[in-house]
T-cell receptor, first 113, second 113 residues
């Protein structure tokens, strides 16, 4: 079983601050997806990273895939209350066959005004 | 109509009851999934259907019984559940089962008393 570890488990910050959450594994993935889940809703895909070393930006969110395709990070600049949610990473295409997604346990982010 | 719709949103059932969860997707996807989400744990994949055929049964107890009558509908039949089965049950769909991003419903919050 491939394990995706996310850190920290919980993060509480003030509006306007920056934050980074991490997703690490000992396994190599062909791609990695980041989702955000708001209270009472299902996870929503934010981005997919495919190439080792790839950096993708989505407004104030910056996603990076590690060179070895074993880890990823999500950086949020000038966080806003609307960024509050559970951030999940999911790796695909590991040794577990047919591209089944392996999810981490998530980082709960709370941004207070 | 939103992409993936789940009903009911909340369900409370006794250990001897029989109930069903329903999921419908309006995205024209070929694959559908049931996931279990418990606090502070990674999403647990329960069942996968591709073109109405079950391709994954992730060692799920027989008290959970899936049904996929067509590519747009997915059910999860529940009977004689245990209190530890209380969780958020998420349905998802994807274009296909290999490395495609998932589109989730908003889940059914199940409480077993």
């Amino acid at each position: 079983t491939q394990l995706l570890e996310q850190s920290p488990q919980f993060l509480s910050i003030q509006e306007g601050e920056n934050l980074t959450v991490y997703c690490n594994s000992s396994s190599v993935f062909s791609s990695l997806q980041w989702y955000r889940q708001e209270p009472g809703e299902g996870p929503v895909l934010l981005v997919t990273v495919v190439t080792g070393g790839e950096v993708k930006k989505l407004k104030r969110l910056t996603f990076q895939f590690g060179d070895a395709r074993k880890d990823s990070s999500l950086h949020i600049t000038a966080a806003q209350p609307g960024d509050t949610g559970l951030y999940l990473c999911a790796g695909a295409g590991g040794t577990d066959s047919w591209g089944k997604l392996q999810f981490g346990a998530g980082t709960q982010v709370v941004v207070t005004p | 109509e939103t992409g993936v719709t789940q009903t009911p949103r909340h369900l409370v059932m006794g250990m001897t009851n029989k109930k069903s969860l329903k999921c419908e997707q309006h995205l024209g996807h070929n694959a559908m999934y049931w996931y279990k989400q418990s606090a502070k744990k990674p999403l647990e994949l329960m069942f996968v259907y591709s073109l109405e055929e079950r391709v994954e049964n992730n060692s799920v107890p027989s008290r959970f019984s899936p049904e996929c009558p067509n590519s747009s509908h997915l059910f999860l039949h529940l009977h004689t559940l245990q209190p530890e089965d209380s969780a958020l049950y998420l349905c998802a769909s994807s274009q296909d089962i290999v490395n495609s991003p998932l589109h989730f419903g908003n889940g059914t919050r199940l409480t077993v008393t």
